[in-house]
């Protein structure tokens, strides 16, 4: 090729593509006149919430073209200026482990649990907080203590959208339970002398099991627990406000008559419930129902056989 037709050829190169602008990007779930300013500055003339249509799916982009940027103008009463096309998108980033370490480690609330993360979403994923729900743990009992767990979460972001993740862990927690010490039966109130607190060091498990006696002495069982397994938060009614052997105060109204007297609960019970009471003095049982803690009315009295 000669000199000349090498400079033509020069000549018609077309010259390098300009930069792609990035994405506008768009944290809520409408896209709102305060989003674009820096994209289209003559937007700059309405209120900063007036909305522009909904912002795209995580990982999608919302593309404006200048034809439709003028007919947005005209609709809302503004010039244009020089609108140029451009796109939207929701923020996007990457989790890192210490992302996931921290959040799992709040989800477990146990400054003592040891937690090592093994593997987890390499996937981008919007901009939000990381959540990481007790249920969302495949744990379950009998579960090795070097297994790798399951645990699948989501990243909050939006008006309270959720996009899936998951994480694999390895954790180890110690901790107290409460355990039956004895067949604990559904409908009746728990007794110091059925339960025992025993150490438990292993992962985490998805339900939420009693740590004290308080949790339970007293509570109401929805479900039956066998002897030896730890009793779950989940089937533990309130407890009662009368219990069997507790001393109660009586209130006792029998026609115009009315008397207080101090008598034993011989029965279990919540307020609106009857139960059992005996006579200190007589030794007499009757029904009465149960007013607060501690508090029982009759408005009757009738001995029971």
Avoid at 135 to 161: C, D, H
Wanted: glycine share 8%; charged share 25%; proline share 7%.
């Amino acid at each position: 090729m000669n000199l000349a037709g090498l400079l033509l050829a020069v000549a018609v190169q077309p010259a390098p593509a300009q930069a792609a602008k990035a994405c506008v990007e768009v944290a809520g779930d409408l896209i709102r006149a305060s989003d674009l300013v820096a994209a289209w500055p003559a937007v700059a003339a309405l209120p900063g919430d007036t909305t522009f249509g909904y912002a795209p799916v995580p990982g999608a982009q919302r593309v404006f073209r200048t034809p439709e940027l003028e007919r947005l103008a005209k609709r809302n009463g503004f010039e244009s200026g020089r609108a140029q096309a451009f796109c939207v998108t929701r923020p996007m980033e990457t989790l890192t482990g210490e992302q996931v370490a921290a959040a799992v480690q709040g989800a477990l609330a146990d400054p003592g649990a040891r937690v090592e993360v093994v593997d987890f979403s390499r996937y981008p994923v919007p901009r939000g907080t990381l959540v990481f729900p007790r249920e969302g743990l495949s744990a379950a009992a009998g579960t090795p203590e070097s297994a790798n767990i399951l645990w699948k979460g989501y990243m909050r972001y939006g008006n309270q959208r959720r996009f899936s993740l998951w994480a694999r862990v390895r954790i180890t927690v110690t901790l107290e339970r409460v355990v039956a010490a004895q067949n604990l039966a559904s409908g009746k109130a728990i007794t110091a002398d059925q339960v025992r607190i025993e150490s438990y060091t292993g992962p985490p498990l998805r339900r939420k099991f009693a740590q004290k006696f308080d949790d339970v002495i007293g509570h109401v069982l929805r479900h039956s627990v066998p002897k030896g397994a730890p009793v779950p938060v989940d089937l533990l009614g309130e407890p009662a406000d009368v219990r069997r052997g507790e001393l109660v105060e009586v209130e006792v109204e029998n026609g115009a008559a009315k008397l207080s007297l101090t008598a034993r609960a011989e029965s279990d019970g919540r307020q609106g419930q009857t139960v059992s009471v005996r006579n200190l003095q007589s030794g007499n049982t009757f029904a009465a129902r149960v007013q607060a803690k501690g508090r029982v009315e009759v408005k009757s009295l009738r001995k029971t056989p």
